[in-house]
């Protein structure tokens, strides 16, 4: 089918008559929050959601994911991505479907993408015959640093039919309900978990001469990793090193026997957070060296490359935000240095990742995400499903 505008409008109006549905779907999701590759309920959720519209799907993807597919496979592919998981943060919003398991929150909005991205497919299923060719739907599972989204493209997400473009919404408290935010190039930063063991000889506070104490000695690394990007990274580039963790010592008259640090480094390529994380081991041990300690440094978890929109895609992305939303709703962004494993899918097939508006100050809709007090305007999610229809059915169209 070809979507001119006024079909575009219908997208809108077509999704904001299920908000109640998507809202309702979005609301059990928050309730029940699970971690990374535990999203065992909120898999079943999408999964008998997807039976009920008759729409057919591939579980236990990547674990916990869910890969559904409209169209028969023939023809161009293009996929749709939303995240399933929550984070260990306790709420503190004021809203009465607050998340029901003590230090567990949907404080990324992974509950609006899941619930959207129903939305979507309810919306396109209802259009299947028109559609010129094949929408998967990619619910994933992991994206808070396990990496889902690789283990979905290695399993085979985007293969069979293969995926030509592909298109994920990310809640964005920094914009007002009813705009998008995005760039072209890289969007968001390569990022990478750290891990630093400063091991000592613990003993009597009292007479520190006879111990090797890691507490200085930490605090001396931390400082020092500073200097990486204030000294050694040309002012114009942009990196992050942050400890965000800090666990040793039990007593306030013992000296420890080891100090645990943990962090982030942020960089917009993978060349530059590897460079980082390089200079963070010698730094480290180096210092724990000269203190007569020992330093471990690991970098858990996966090293996220950087997301990288596609140029066509985020054009079409404008273009689709003017017409359904007005002049005016895009927003264009500088890079952000938070990261996201959206990227792996953007490492494969052209795509855009997009910032969808959620701001609304007169509810309270004004927390980061990741915040206790994180909130979303709801009237937001219908526009996100209305997003992700028009991004399928005017790649469709152009790719045919
Ligand atoms: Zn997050
Ligand atoms: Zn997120």
Redesign the pocket.
């Known amino acids: 089918m070809s979507l001119d505008s006024a079909s575009l409008d219908s997208a809108l109006h077509d999704a904001r008559s299920i908000q109640d549905w998507i809202v309702n779907l979005r609301r059990q999701i928050h309730r029940h929050p699970e971690l990374m590759y535990e999203e065992v309920e909120t898999s079943r959720l999408v999964q008998q959601t997807l039976s009920e519209l008759d729409i057919p799907f591939q579980a236990d993807i990547a674990k916990t994911g869910v890969l559904a597919q409209i169209g028969d496979g023939s023809g161009p592919c293009v996929a749709l991505r939303a995240d399933m998981d929550a984070?260990p943060i306790h709420e503190e919003a004021d809203v009465a479907f607050r998340s029901e398991i003590d230090g567990k929150m949907h404080a990324?909005g992974h509950d609006c993408h899941t619930a959207m991205l129903l939305g979507a497919a309810r919306l396109l299923k209802q259009r299947e015959s028109e559609l010129s060719g094949t929408v998967k739907f990619l619910f994933q599972p992991a994206e808070?640093g396990g990496a889902g989204g690789m283990r979905m493209r290695d399993e085979g997400a985007l293969n069979n039919p293969d995926v030509q473009r592909i298109f994920g919404l990310h809640v964005w408290p920094l914009t007002n309900t009813g705009g998008i935010a995005s760039r072209t190039g890289v969007f968001l930063a390569a990022s990478g978990g750290l891990e630093i063991t400063v091991r000592g000889k613990g003993g009597h506070a009292a007479m520190p001469h006879l111990s090797i104490d890691p507490v200085t000695t930490s605090a001396k690394i931390i400082t020092e990793l500073q200097t990486i990007i204030s000294r050694e990274l040309d002012p114009l580039e942009s990196g992050v090193i942050s400890i965000t963790s800090v666990h040793g010592g039990e007593a306030y008259n013992i000296i420890p026997m080891e100090m645990k640090l943990r962090g982030t480094i942020r960089a917009l390529s993978l060349h530059q957070l590897e460079a980082f994380q390089e200079r963070v081991r010698e730094i480290a041990v180096l210092i724990a060296t000269a203190n007569r300690c020992e330093a471990v440094v690991n970098f858990p978890g996966h090293n996220y490359p950087p997301t990288v929109n596609d140029e066509h895609c985020w054009q079409l992305a404008q273009e689709i935000s003017g017409e359904l939303l007005g002049e005016g709703s895009v927003n264009e962004s500088p890079p952000i240095m938070g990261g996201e494993d959206f990227a792996y899918y953007t490492e494969t097939v052209p795509g855009c990742f997009v910032g969808l508006g959620v701001r609304n100050e007169e509810i309270g809709a004004e927390f980061n995400?990741?915040h206790p007090r994180f909130k979303v305007d709801e009237d937001a999610l219908p526009i996100g499903a209305a997003l992700h229809v028009a991004f399928a059915v005017r790649s469709l169209d152009e790719l045919q």
């Open positions: 984070l990324c808070e995400v990741h």
